[in-house]
């Protein structure tokens, strides 16, 4: 299955040495859609490939809080997103805007296994993160039911999780979009280190999480660190699978002063 996919990718990025028996598995992981083919998945955007995603004027196009504009809290904070449970909050509501702490940490979609890896990976963080009083808030590209599978079959704390299904927030921050970044990206090599953290947070992984916009499934995800308003640490993953190093993440939340 997906040959022509893996084919492309081995040519792409990887040399022959780095493949083993594993590699097809992880590539399967890395479709957005494991029953289809690549043919099949990009017939679905072909819009998409022949028309520039929006794209904020807010926001330069790199992985630096030297790229946001300094109000870039307050651009954020109008932002309308869901709870899993389908209640809209605005960002400006999710922390305390003066002194409070917040990872932001914004999944690719809700059906990428890839961001179940990685909501695994937060969930399994979460008690450190409430220890240096720093609140977790996931968001993922799709409706609230698709948000409450990922959090049903995860598990993931259903109050840590919101739903974005028009992308606003990833547009405000400039994140990544498009075939390119989600198949072919040289960064995503990175889950070739991580295959069994991947294989172990997809146990219960469904295909259904999905968002019924495919159109989701070609968006990059990030990771924020807020202090306040102030923007402390800004990572745009630069292909799938490319997540923040949590240990960054750490560092930098147990030099700030929790007021």
């Keep these: 299955?997906?040959?022509?996919?893996?084919?492309?990718?081995?040519?792409?990025?990887?040399?022959?040495?780095?493949?083993?028996?594993?590699?097809?598995?992880?590539?399967?992981?890395?479709?957005?859609?494991?029953?289809?083919?690549?043919?099949?998945?990009?017939?679905?955007?072909?819009?998409?490939?022949?028309?520039?995603?929006?794209?904020?004027?807010?926001?330069?196009?790199?992985?630096?809080?030297?790229?946001?504009p300094q109000d870039i809290a307050d651009v954020l904070a109008d932002v309308t997103i869901f709870t899993a449970t389908g209640q809209p909050v605005k960002f400006h509501d999710l922390w305390d805007q003066n002194e409070g702490i917040a990872v932001v940490a914004l999944l690719r979609h809700f059906g990428c296994p890839c961001c179940w890896e990685l909501a695994k990976a937060l969930k399994e963080t979460k008690e450190r993160f409430d220890s240096a009083g720093v609140k977790l808030i996931a968001v993922g590209v799709g409706a609230p039911n698709k948000a409450r599978i990922l959090a049903e079959r995860l598990p993931f704390p259903l109050d840590c999780l919101y739903a974005d299904p028009d992308r606003r927030a990833y547009d405000v921050l400039g994140l990544y979009y498009g075939v390119g970044r989600t198949f072919f990206n040289p960064a995503s090599a990175t889950v070739l280190s991580r295959f069994k953290e991947l294989w172990e947070a997809t146990r219960n992984y469904t295909i259904e999480a999905t968002p019924d916009d495919r159109s989701g499934v070609l968006q990059q995800g990030g990771m924020f660190l807020f202090k306040g308003k102030q923007?402390?640490?800004?990572?745009?993953?630069?292909?799938?699978?490319?997540?923040?190093?949590?240990?960054?993440?750490?560092?930098?939340?147990?030099?700030?002063p929790v007021a």
């Excluded at 040959?3 to 792409?12: F, H, M, N, Y």
């Design 1 to 68: 299955m997906m040959a022509s996919v893996q084919g492309s990718l081995a040519l792409a990025k990887f040399p022959s040495s780095s493949f083993s028996s594993t590699a097809p598995k992880i590539f399967n992981f890395l479709h957005p859609f494991p029953s289809t083919t690549l043919t099949a998945t990009l017939s679905l955007f072909s819009s998409t490939l022949t028309t520039p995603k929006r794209v904020s004027s807010l926001v330069a196009k790199a992985s630096s809080t030297t790229a946001y």
């Design 231 to 256: 923007l402390l640490y800004a990572w745009k993953d630069e292909g799938t699978g490319d997540h923040a190093p949590m240990e960054d993440i750490f560092d930098i939340c147990c030099k700030v």
